[in-house]
């Protein structure tokens, strides 16, 4: 009946000697909110990276709605419905906010256009509106992306990843380098998008996982370690003996 | 983060940009085409000014790619002199008439930028300039060997195109007023195509490579795709700035061909001003006036344009038009 | 085909080779220490080679000239990285590139000046003329010595990098800049260094290069495309790829000399192109 959305086989990444992720076996079902913790150097962002296509697994197979995604080039994974946003921000600095928007909503289509003038698609300026509103940013529209706040900042790095509607989001640490008044401004943000799709998340402050999160996955070492409801993970021995001496953010 | 309180106005970068400059970019076809009807009547020699049109064109072509996407090829000049070679070919070797040879020359021009396009985007990074630099280099000695095609060494001659005829009138092509404002009609129909792919969503497509590659990639972007589109867009354009020379020259020089002319279209572009639409046309103009008076006052003349260019990129990178209107213009 | 003139042609390449070989490790690894493309290579192999002749005029001596030369222009590189290309640090990636582009303008034109426009031809030193009989042909002694050098010199700067403490930071810098800074590495001495290495090896091959091919001011631009070629080919910053794709490329342009001389530089591009396609990282690079 519920189909898993994301479905990853023995994941396995190995720079050289080094082995970043191992035997990663798991799922990801529609409409829920996962949390992936771990230490650092768990390998969570390789885990992202393997994800959203910038990193091609040495092993293992990942199937998007059924469909495996071996050889899949990364600029296809957006048109695919996964959608990543980065945890240092990653916008086009000189552009301003709307055009930051616009013109990843372009990406899907007209993008090898040479001759129309780009203020004749009406669509596109609505869609990019509407992922403003959705982040909170329209009344920044016209300001040039590098002069923003930080968290505003973040804010738009989310923007660009919700314009190609994904299904599945990938959110790379939203909320770094932000202050608690941010973060609860973020959280609102994630509780909301998590009414309409898939969120995938890496966090490090354990107060905003247990309280947002579904479900939470552990990594440690390159490997799964625990896998459940923010009280199973809670509860669990080996990822209390994990996490002993850990830094908890904003406990 | 709050934003700290601040003691002056934000800078005007912060807010869109304001009337004089949105008003500058809407028209800056008309305008420029404007400011060549003048050229010729404020420089000293209507050569001079043919000059200025031709390396315009190039400049403007080239930073397409270099400006507008962030590729520094070395390697534009294989496309410029392709342009020119197969013009003069076509007439000379086979007589075609002038507005064939034309076409001819800037599709075979498009084409072969397509085919060094294609080999240097598979590189990323700074890759990209050397392999661009040697493949043009490949294409010099080609042409350096098919001497019997080219005229090898000497160059290429016996093309001359004397007068053009136009929907039906006689145009004598030596008379110097004649020839530049014929140019011209093929500098503007240039500006007008390079202005429409600025426009289009092509354009912002390289701009947001030029600004965040990785981002542009996650966002959806074929990144190799579009910079080998950006890449054969431009050195068709430089391929019509060759035409246009072997038209003005009748004589195409083998060195037409060589990095170092490449060079020359980059230090051109760089002075004037690869961030502004206008600044390529204002950096051949100030790069052949340079050139025309050093080299009166010595033979080294090169030695002060090296050095003037080399303090541009030490303390004007952003050229003069540039400078000028980031100073200048809101 | 006659075995000994294949033979002597194949030596030939190994010679051209040794050249294009020192001048790729320069540029390699001033790209890899520094990230700076320098498209001044060719012309300081140039500046190099009339060094070594004006030294060696001076002291009539082509020992003092191939001594003194590499290490004159080393210091003078060292000031162009100090004065020319510091103040870039920061600033886009094509910055240092357009800067020594424009430099290379400057230099061929000084040479011009001081020296003529015509070229200068450059004497074999007398100790070193004439071939060796080696049974299997007669090989000329200067090219004989061409290699021995630059196998020497590429043998002393491997030591340097894999055994010494200085090579070690130029090994580790050229993979984190930032780190070795905050290690308490003072990076900005090691960027002197290295450049001025850099533009030493090329000088060196410039001095090397008089006797065999004469010296004229233009002679760095094929120099220059030369070293992109076996870069490209070889992977940048690999100082291995440069090795092996230094004498790869010196081979294939002497052997093709050999049946088709007016192909001999049209085939080196080609390579070239044909290792774009295949691996366009090069045989030994790193995908970005």
Same mark, same amino acid.
């Not at chain 1, 009414?195 to 579904?214: A, Q, Y």
């Not at chain 2, 520094?72 to 070919?89: E, M, N, R």
């Not at chain 3, 233009?218 to 090795?243: D, H, K, P, R, Y």
């Given at each position: 009946?519920? @189909?898993?959305?994301?479905?990853?086989?023995?994941?396995? *990444?190995?720079?050289?000697?080094?082995?970043?992720?191992?035997?990663?076996?798991?799922?990801?079902?529609?409409?829920?909110?996962?949390?992936?913790?771990?230490?650092?150097?768990?390998?969570?962002?390789?885990?992202?990276?393997?994800?959203?296509?910038?990193?091609?697994?040495?092993?293992?197979?990942?199937?998007?709605?059924?469909?495996?995604?071996?050889?899949?080039?990364?600029?296809?994974? *957006? %048109?695919? !419905?996964?959608?990543?946003?980065?945890?240092?921000?990653?916008?086009?600095?000189?552009?301003?906010?709307?055009?930051?928007?616009?013109?990843?909503?372009?990406?899907?289509?007209?993008?090898?256009?040479?001759?129309?003038?780009?203020?004749?698609?009406?669509?596109?300026?609505?869609?990019?509106?509407?992922?403003?509103?959705?982040?909170?940013?329209?009344?920044?529209?016209?300001?040039?992306?590098?002069?923003?706040? %930080?968290?505003?900042?973040?804010?738009?790095?989310?923007?660009?990843?919700?314009?190609?509607?994904?299904?599945?989001?990938?959110?790379?640490?939203?909320?770094?380098?932000?202050?608690?008044?941010?973060?609860?401004?973020?959280?609102?943000?994630?509780?909301? =998008?998590?009414?309409?799709?898939?969120?995938?998340?890496?966090?490090?402050?354990?107060?905003?996982?247990?309280?947002?999160?579904?479900?939470?996955?552990?990594?440690?070492?390159?490997?799964?370690?625990?896998?459940?409801?923010?009280?199973?993970?809670?509860?669990?021995?080996?990822?209390?003996?994990?996490?002993?001496?850990?830094?908890?953010?904003?406990? | 983060?709050?934003?700290?309180? &601040?003691?002056?106005?934000?800078?005007?970068?912060?807010?869109?940009?304001?009337?004089?400059?949105?008003?500058?970019?809407?028209?800056?076809?008309?305008?420029?085409?404007?400011?060549?009807? /003048?050229?010729?009547?404020?420089?000293?020699?209507?050569?001079?000014?043919?000059?200025? &049109?031709?390396?315009?064109? *190039?400049?403007?072509?080239?930073?397409?790619?270099?400006?507008?996407?962030?590729?520094?090829?070395?390697? %534009?000049?294989?496309?410029?002199?392709?342009?020119?070679?197969?013009?003069?070919?076509?007439?000379?070797?086979?007589?075609?008439?002038?507005?064939?040879? +034309?076409?001819?020359?800037?599709l075979g021009g498009g084409l072969l930028a397509f085919a060094i396009g294609a080999l240097s985007t598979r590189t990323r990074g700074i890759y990209f300039s050397m392999v661009t630099l040697a493949l043009a280099q490949l294409v010099y000695y080609v042409a350096l060997q098919a001497s019997s095609w080219t005229g090898g060494e000497n160059g290429l001659r016996g093309f001359t195109v004397n007068k053009i005829n136009l929907l039906g009138y006689d145009i004598n092509f030596l008379d110097p007023v004649n020839k530049y404002y014929v140019l011209m009609a093929f500098a503007a129909l240039a500006l007008w195509v390079v202005s429409r792919i600025l426009n289009s969503p092509f354009g912002a497509a390289i701009e947001a490579i030029r600004e965040n590659e990785r981002r542009a990639r996650t966002c959806g972007y074929n990144v190799e795709r579009t910079k080998l589109l950006s890449f054969t867009l431009s050195g068709t354009i430089c391929a019509l700035g060759g035409t246009m020379s072997a038209l003005h020259l009748a004589f195409v020089p083998l060195d037409s061909l060589h990095y170092h002319a490449s060079g020359m279209i980059v230090m051109m572009t760089l002075l004037g001003g690869a961030s502004s639409f206008f600044g390529p046309f204002v950096g051949a103009l100030v790069f052949l006036v340079m050139e025309d008076v050093f080299s009166l006052w010595t033979s080294h003349w090169q030695i002060i344009v090296g050095s003037i260019f080399v303090l541009f990129v030490l303390f004007l990178p952003k050229g003069i038009w540039g400078t $000028?209107?980031?100073?200048?213009?809101? | 085909?006659?075995?000994?003139?294949?033979?002597?042609?194949?030596?030939?390449?190994?010679?051209?080779?040794?050249?294009?070989?020192?001048?790729?490790?320069?540029?390699?690894?001033?790209? !890899?220490?520094?990230?700076?493309?320098? $498209?001044?290579?060719?012309? =300081?192999?140039? +500046?190099?080679?009339?060094?070594?002749?004006?030294?060696?005029?001076?002291?009539?001596?082509?020992?003092?000239?191939?001594?003194?030369?590499? +290490?004159?222009?080393?210091?003078?590189?060292?000031?162009?990285?100090?004065?020319?290309?510091?103040?870039?640090?920061?600033?886009?990636?094509?910055?240092?590139?357009?800067?020594?582009?424009?430099?290379?303008?400057?230099?061929?034109?000084?040479?011009?000046?001081?020296?003529?426009?015509?070229?200068?031809?450059?004497?074999?030193?007398? @100790?070193?003329?004439?071939?060796?009989?080696?049974?299997?042909?007669?090989?000329?002694?200067?090219?004989?010595?061409?290699?021995?050098?630059?196998?020497?010199? *590429?043998?002393?700067?491997?030591?340097?990098?894999?055994?010494?403490?200085?090579?070690?930071?130029?090994?580790?810098?050229?993979?984190?800049?930032?780190?070795?800074?905050?290690?308490?590495?003072?990076?900005?001495?090691?960027?002197?260094?290295?450049?001025? &290495?850099?533009? !030493?090896?090329?000088?060196?091959?410039?001095?090397?290069?008089?006797?065999?091919?004469?010296?004229?001011?233009?002679?760095?631009?094929?120099? /220059?495309?030369?070293?992109? +070629?076996?870069?490209?080919?070889?992977?940048?910053?690999?100082?291995?790829?440069?090795?092996?794709?230094?004498?790869?490329?010196?081979?294939?342009?002497?052997?093709?000399? /050999?049946?088709?001389?007016?192909?001999?530089?049209?085939?080196?591009?080609?390579?070239?192109?044909?290792? &774009? =396609?295949?691996?366009?990282?090069? =045989?030994?690079?790193?995908?970005?």
């Open positions: 009946m519920n @189909a898993p959305l994301l479905a990853v086989e023995d994941i396995g *990444v190995r720079f050289g000697g080094f082995v970043a992720l191992q035997g990663v076996t798991t799922a990801f079902h529609p409409g829920r909110v996962t949390s992936i913790i771990g230490p650092n150097g768990a390998g969570k962002s390789t885990l992202f990276n393997v994800l959203s296509g910038v990193l091609t697994p040495s092993s293992g197979s990942i199937r998007f709605k059924g469909q495996d995604l071996k050889g899949t080039r990364q600029h296809e994974f *957006v %048109h695919r !419905g996964i959608a990543r946003s980065y945890q240092i921000t990653n916008i086009f600095p000189d552009l301003t906010v709307h055009e930051n928007v616009r013109v990843a909503a372009q990406a899907s289509r007209s993008r090898y256009n040479i001759w129309t003038n780009r203020n004749r698609f009406p669509e596109l300026d609505a869609r990019a509106d509407s992922a403003l509103e959705a982040v909170g940013l329209v009344a920044k529209r016209d300001e040039i992306a590098k002069y923003l706040a %930080h968290g505003q900042q973040r804010a738009l790095e989310i923007a660009i990843a919700l314009i190609s509607d994904p299904e599945l989001l990938l959110l790379d640490e939203p909320t770094a380098g932000m202050g608690p008044e941010e973060t609860k401004e973020m959280v609102a943000l994630l509780e909301k =998008l998590a009414t309409e799709r898939t969120i995938l998340l890496v966090e490090h402050k354990m107060k905003m996982i247990l309280g947002l999160s579904d479900r939470i996955l552990v990594l440690h070492h390159g490997r799964l370690i625990a896998d459940g409801s923010p009280r199973d993970i809670q509860t669990d021995p080996e990822v209390r003996r994990v996490y002993l001496g850990q830094n908890d953010g904003y406990a | 983060m709050t934003s700290p309180a &601040l003691a002056e106005p934000l800078p005007s970068s912060v807010r869109k940009p304001g009337r004089v400059k949105s008003l500058m970019t809407t028209y800056r076809v008309p305008l420029s085409i404007i400011a060549l009807c /003048l050229l010729p009547w404020l420089l000293p020699s209507k050569a001079l000014a043919v000059n200025v &049109l031709i390396y315009g064109v *190039v400049a403007v072509g080239y930073n397409l790619l270099f400006g507008y996407t962030g590729l520094l090829s070395f390697g %534009h000049a294989a496309f410029v002199g392709a342009g020119a070679y197969i013009t003069g070919i076509a007439i000379g070797q086979f007589g075609v008439p002038w507005y064939a040879a +034309v076409l001819l020359g800037v $000028f209107l980031a100073r200048f213009v809101r | 085909m006659d075995t000994e003139l294949i033979l002597m042609q194949l030596f030939s390449g190994v010679a051209l080779g040794a050249i294009l070989v020192l001048t790729a490790l320069g540029l390699s690894i001033i790209f !890899g220490m520094l990230g700076v493309v320098n $498209f001044a290579h060719g012309a =300081l192999f140039m +500046v190099g080679a009339y060094a070594g002749l004006w030294v060696a005029s001076l002291t009539g001596s082509f020992w003092w000239g191939l001594l003194v030369a590499p +290490v004159m222009i080393g210091l003078f590189g060292m000031l162009i990285e100090y004065f020319l290309i510091r103040p870039l640090y920061g600033r886009s990636i094509d910055d240092p590139l357009l800067l020594t582009f424009g430099l290379s303008y400057v230099l061929v034109e000084g040479v011009r000046i001081v020296f003529g426009t015509d070229g200068i031809p450059f004497p074999t030193p007398s @100790a070193l003329t004439g071939v060796l009989d080696l049974g299997v042909g007669f090989f000329p002694i200067y090219r004989i010595f061409v290699v021995g050098v630059v196998f020497v010199v *590429v043998l002393l700067l491997w030591l340097g990098l894999e055994k010494t403490r200085f090579g070690l930071i130029v090994r580790a810098g050229a993979r984190d800049p930032t780190m070795m800074r905050v290690l308490g590495v003072d990076i900005s001495k090691v960027w002197l260094l290295v450049f001025g &290495l850099g533009v !030493g090896l090329a000088s060196l091959g410039g001095v090397l290069s008089g006797p065999m091919r004469s010296v004229n001011p233009e002679m760095g631009s094929l120099v /220059l495309a030369e070293a992109f +070629v076996v870069t490209v080919i070889g992977g940048l910053g690999s100082l291995l790829g440069s090795i092996i794709a230094g004498l790869a490329v010196g081979i294939v342009i002497s052997m093709t000399a /050999l049946f088709a001389p007016e192909m001999a530089t049209i085939v080196m591009f080609a390579l070239m192109a044909l290792v &774009l =396609l295949i691996r366009p990282q090069g =045989l030994f690079g790193k995908l970005a």
